[in-house]
């Protein structure tokens, strides 16, 4: 397992790909600057963009994006004040069924100029049509229901060290008298055997295959786990991901709610440190469990589809995002 150090760091400011600026580059010359595709090579211009507006680098989450996905990104004018790229997107497509727009950043000096526009209509033009969805901040939301996306729910993003329960490792002496599912639902570390189950199990909750992406968890993930039956049937899956100062967890699928809760437990009481979990608000239940448990937070992110009344899937067995970049 990677170690991970961490630190208290100052509340981060969510970008807001539209907010004041000055530039001497018109914003008629700005929208009108080629937007490219980027590859892996371009990692570092993307970390860098996103530290401008306040979020952490997250190299490791951009690495899979640039790879599962396709970044898109506008490059800085000749005789602009900066250098590099001063818009990126990410595009993730599931089959043909359905994409996600993720990581949506204008550079601070040239923010409300029309760029941020620029970049989603070139986002829904790659998605062809399909149905688009998206995970927004308020600082985003007024832009993307401009452009026809209608919100379908939200999630909030928990963070803290889990704090565990009797009878499971990491136990913190917290007194909590109810039966936990980790005691009656058996959790292993997943091998690649059970990659098929895994893929399988996942198709109906998250809407459709996402072979690809899962297929990167064991590489990606610190720890990957599974649930089963006393006859070896999987029941759920999760993942543990290393991210700047914390461990996120996700995605969980399971079949239901006990099993969800004895996945997290499992990852929570061994990770290295602080945790993310970011919980649908259609999992109130799950909410006041993590709260229970150590977690706290109240940043709010709007669900956005486009072109679709919903999002696909089946939430009930949908519990956490692989990452709220990829739903």
Known sequence: MT???????????????????????????????PVRRLSVADLAACADLAEDRGWAREEHKWRLLLTAG??????????????GLIGVYVLTSYGN???????????????RRGLGRRLMEHA????????????????????????????????????????????????SGA???????????????????????????????????RTELLARLPA?????????????????????WPNTHETVLGPVVAEDLPTAQALIADLGTHAPG????DVDSRHPELDVWLRAHGLSGDFTCTLMIHSAPDLPGDITRRFAPYSVALG
């Open 3 to 33: 170690e991970i150090r961490w630190k208290r760091t100052p509340l981060i400011r969510q970008p807001d790909p539209v907010t004041t600026s000055s530039s001497p580059t018109s914003a008629a010359a700005l929208t009108g600057l």
């Open 70 to 83: 396709q970044g898109y990104g506008v490059d800085a004018p000749p005789g602009d004040q900066g250098c």
């Open 97 to 111: 069924e359905f994409t996600c727009v993720s990581m949506v950043l204008v550079a601070e000096r040239h923010a």
């Open 124 to 171: 829904l033009a790659e998605s062809g049509g399909l149905p688009c969805f998206l995970s927004a901040t308020v600082y985003g939301r007024p832009l993307y229901e401009q452009l026809g996306f209608t919100a379908v729910g939200s999630i909030v993003t928990l963070r803290g060290h889990f704090s565990g329960f009797p009878g499971f490792p990491g136990f």
């Open 175 to 209: 007194d909590d008298s109810a039966e936990e599912p980790a005691s009656v639902v058996p959790v292993r570390r997943a091998t690649a055997a059970d990659l098929p189950s895994i893929i399988a199990l996942d198709a109906p909750a998250f809407g459709t295959d």
């Open 220 to 240: 990606f993930a610190d720890r990957l786990v599974v649930a089963e039956t006393a006859h070896g049937t999987l029941t759920g899956f999760a993942a543990a």
């Open 274 to 277: 602080r945790i993310r979990f």
